[in-house]
């Protein structure tokens, strides 16, 4: 008859976080339900039991009433949390990447051992390593919490990161995006270095089979290196100079890169079948890139011309 009482104790006492006075705690909610489920009917039966349970609310709810100003990790931590793991993350990727170009083990005993790796396997070791440096860091913070004592963290400043002014329209640059950007970048660049391609038809992580044949893969290739290349680094100029102007070059370059896959032909371009209405698809998909950036670029430009063009406000006399 007890049982569901019992395991309705035992999910709550998994769901408490409370530095002392757990016992104490079960003991009241236990009191409680049983003073209620007898108060129902007169006496204690399976039934009332299950109603008075209910009637107490989820084991989520009652230990949410315990919580108090107990705290996992102190939420003033927040950015630590972000930037310590940023950080960490960072210096645990150019470990990997160098792991994997030079065909070696690297370790750091007991924190993190890194395997050789190739692309394949860099690709989904990379996540695992995000998660892990993000536990890491939380444990730290943990622990800090827990500690209870007034602990000045290092607050690493990265000033070289702020850009130096607003842009009306024009966002901040992040450094959790720079990140991404980069490591995007080098995990194409590991995958062209290894198979001179990036462009594959069958992707045998043996073997994989380029689309096109050895010469349009290399050109192909190097554009879309290009101009993600190219984002990359205008991403990184925007925190030393904020401005639109970065963007225009931007833009302008990736569509010089655009007009010449366009307009240079390559004979014999596809190694699997060569078909028209292949040529015609991948043409349009590079004409519709080529379309976004010039809507991209003209708007740039007008706000641009806009600004300079634009009366300034008289000073004070």
């Known amino acids: ?62 230990a949410s009433k315990y919580v108090g100003d107990y705290q996992i990790i102190s939420p003033t931590y927040k950015k630590y949390l972000i930037r310590y793991t940023a950080i960490l993350f960072a210096a645990h990727l150019c470990l990997l990447v160098l792991a994997s170009l030079f ?24 996540p ?37 002014h607003d842009v009306p329209g024009l966002k901040r640059p992040k450094f959790l995006v ?46 879309l290196l290009f101009v993600f290349g190219v984002a990359f680094l205008a991403y990184v100029m925007r925190f030393i100079v904020n401005s639109r102007w970065v963007e225009l070059a931007k833009y302008a370059m990736s569509l010089l890169v655009f007009f010449l896959v366009i307009n240079i032909p390559i004979a014999d371009a596809f190694s699997v079948w060569d078909h028209p209405d292949l040529k015609t698809m991948i043409m349009v998909i590079v004409g519709f890139f080529a379309l976004l950036y010039s809507y991209e670029f003209l708007k740039n430009f007008i706000l641009i011309v806009r600004g300079a063009f634009k009366p300034r406000q008289p000073g004070p006399s």
């Open 178 to 223: 720079l990140l991404v950007l980069g490591v995007g970048y080098g995990l194409v660049l590991a995958v062209f270095v290894k198979y001179g391609t990036l462009f594959f038809y069958s992707l045998n992580l043996k073997e994989p089979k380029p689309f096109f044949g050895p010469v349009a893969s290399l050109w192909y290739s190097l554009a």
């Open 103 to 126: 065909k070696t083990n690297v370790y750091l005993f007991p924190f993190f051992f890194i395997p050789r790796l190739d692309v394949i396997h860099l690709l989904n070791f990379i």
């Open 1 to 62: 008859m007890y049982e569901p009482l019992e395991n309705y104790l035992e999910d709550i006492d998994h769901l408490l976080v409370v530095p002392e006075g757990r016992q104490e705690i079960l003991d009241e909610i236990k009191s409680h339900i049983l003073e209620r489920a007898q108060d129902d009917t007169g006496q204690i039966t399976g039934e009332s039991l299950k109603r008075a349970i209910s009637l107490y609310g989820s084991p989520q709810q009652v």
């Open 128 to 164: 695992m390593a995000l998660l892990y440096d993000l536990g890491l860091v939380g444990l730290v913070l943990y622990v800090v919490t827990q500690r209870n004592k007034d602990i000045k963290l290092p607050w690493v400043k990265l000033k070289f990161l702020k850009p130096i």
